[in-house]
């Protein structure tokens, strides 16, 4: 018995161990310092707005900005010099995604391109506030979820 409940710990250490470390290793390897991405971007064409930024940036249009840090904080403006909406969120690139960490939750933005002055991003998901309104005629929810919100944005 006391075999087996060394065994135990042994086991369930060894893959807490080796979860941490593929965390570790995507972070170190694929986010650099001196990416592209570190500064302040502002979103000029969406396919669809209002957007949102999970959990807390609700009804998101143009001119709003997100801030990605050197330190791996993001934050997501309304528009440039208000108040920031999100909270408690880091980000790292991971495999061709801006992957973003809150509390439990992890959500990913698709990089489609990124330069030193251009990001376009797809974020695959849906406003909420299309469960709780009646769609206009010209936004093809179907579509919209097949296709996800489409972002450019622009290095300031």
Not at 16 to 45: F, H, R, T
Not at 63 to 75: C, P
Request: hydrophobic letters at 40%.
């Amino acid at each position: 018995m006391k075999q087996l409940l060394i065994l135990s710990l042994i086991v369930v250490t060894g893959l807490a161990c080796n979860n941490s470390k593929k965390v570790a290793c995507c972070a170190e390897d694929e986010y650099k310092n001196n990416s592209p991405l570190i500064g302040k971007w502002e979103v000029i064409q969406a396919n669809i707005t209002p957007f949102e930024h999970i959990s807390f940036c609700e009804k998101l249009g143009l001119g709003a900005m997100f801030e990605f840090q050197k330190d791996s904080v993001i934050n997501v403006y309304p528009k440039a010099g208000k108040k920031v909406c999100n909270r408690d969120q880091v980000y790292w690139i991971w495999k061709g995604n801006i992957r973003i960490t809150e509390i439990d939750m992890v959500f990913l933005y698709k990089i489609e391109m990124l330069t030193t002055d251009t990001l376009k991003i797809n974020m695959n998901q849906v406003p909420h506030y299309f469960n709780s309104m009646k769609h206009a005629e010209d936004v093809n929810v179907e579509e919209l979820k097949k296709e996800g919100v489409q972002l450019t944005l622009i290095k300031k």
